[in-house]
C-alpha cells in the first residue's frame, strides 16, 4: 500500500496492482468458494448475467481492485 | 465536491467519508489502484480491507458490525463555474451484520446489472421460516448516503458515537451529499 493519508481516525491507502488483485481473491475464496482469477472468467464469460445472487454482487463490486 | 485536478475531487470525495466514518470508528479506507487519479475507469474503495467494522457498544450489549463497499469513476465537471473535476458514485454496498456474520441488511446500488435501481436486502436471520420476503428479493429504496447508514447505526442500533459532534458531523456532510449529488 502507499500514499497513506491519515484524518480523523480514518486513513486512506491506495493498493497497489498486486494488493488489489488479492482484494478480490480473497472475497472470491471467503464468499462464493472460487479464486478471483475463477470469478472473473465466469463474470466475462457471462455465467452470472441475470442471477440475482448478493453474494455474486458484493464480490463483482471489488472488481476494479483487479483491473 | 469538484476539484482543480483529479486527485483534488478524489480527495474531496474521500473527506466527507472520512469524517462519517470517524464517528463510528477508527478505520482504513483502501482505494483500488490508480483510484486517486486515473481518469475513464471505475474504481471501488473497502473499508478495512472489505472486513467489517466493529461498532462500539456498551459492555454486554450485542454487537453490530458495518461492511462498507462503494465504486465511483472521475469524471469532468461539467456545471459552470466550479472546478473542472468530481467524483461520481457508481455503486455501494452498504452491510449491517451481527457479530456471527449473518447479514442483518445490505443496501446496494449496482447499475449495470439486472436490478438497476437502489435496493434492500434483508438478512435471512431476519425473516421468519414462513416470510414471503427473502433474503435474495430486491425492495426497492432511494439512493442512500453513507451518512445516512451511520447515522441509522448510532440511532436506530445502538451504537455508540466515538465523536461528541457526531450529529452536527453528519447532518453537515449528509447536505453536502444532497447539494452535490445529480440524482436521488
Redo the contacts between chains.
Keep these: 500500500m502507499h500514499d497513506t493519508r491519515s484524518d480523523a481516525g480514518v486513513e486512506v491507502v491506495e493498493a497497489t496492482p498486486e494488493e488489489g488483485v488479492a482484494v478480490l481473491d480473497r472475497a472470491a475464496r471467503e464468499v462464493l468458494n472460487i479464486s478471483g482469477d475463477e470469478f472473473l472468467a465466469k463474470w466475462d464469460a457471462g455465467d452470472y448475467e441475470g442471477m440475482d445472487d448478493p453474494a455474486i454482487t458484493r464480490v463483482a463490486m471489488l472488481i476494479p481492485f483487479a483491473r | 465536491m469538484p476539484g482543480r485536478t483529479p486527485t483534488e475531487a478524489v480527495d474531496a470525495f ?2 466527507p ?3 462519517s ?2 464517528c463510528v ?12 487519479a486515473i481518469r475513464g ?4 474503495l ?1 473499508v478495512n ?2 472486513k467489517p467494522i466493529s461498532l462500539r457498544y456498551p459492555p454486554g450489549a450485542p454487537v453490530l458490525m458495518l461492511r462498507v ?1 462503494m ?1 465511483y469513476e472521475i469524471v469532468p465537471n461539467d456545471q459552470p463555474g466550479q472546478e473542472p473535476w468530481r467524483v461520481s458514485t457508481r ?1 455501494y ?1 452498504y ?1 449491517l451484520q451481527a457479530a456471527s456474520g449473518e ?1 442483518i441488511w ?1 443496501y ?1 446500488w ?1 447499475p449495470g ?3 438497476e435501481r437502489p435496493h434492500i ?1 434483508i438478512g435471512r436471520t431476519q425473516l421468519a421460516d414462513d416470510a414471503v420476503m427473502s ?2 428479493a ?1 425492495h426497492p429504496t432511494d439512493r442512500v448516503s453513507l451518512e445516512s447508514i451511520i447515522r441509522a447505526c448510532i440511532t436506530e442500533y445502538g451504537a455508540d458515537p ?1 465523536k461528541d459532534d457526531w450529529d452536527k458531523t453528519l447532518a453537515l456532510r449528509e447536505g453536502l451529499f444532497k447539494l452535490y449529488r445529480r440524482w436521488s
Design positions: 474521500l473527506e467519508l472520512k469524517e466514518l470517524a470508528a477508527r478505520a482504513k479506507i483502501t482505494l483500488s489502484p490508480g483510484g486517486r475507469k471505475t474504481h471501488a473497502t480491507d472489505d463497499c465504486q455503486g454496498d452491510e447479514i445490505s446496494h449496482h446489472t439486472r436490478v436486502h433474503a435474495k430486491h466515538l
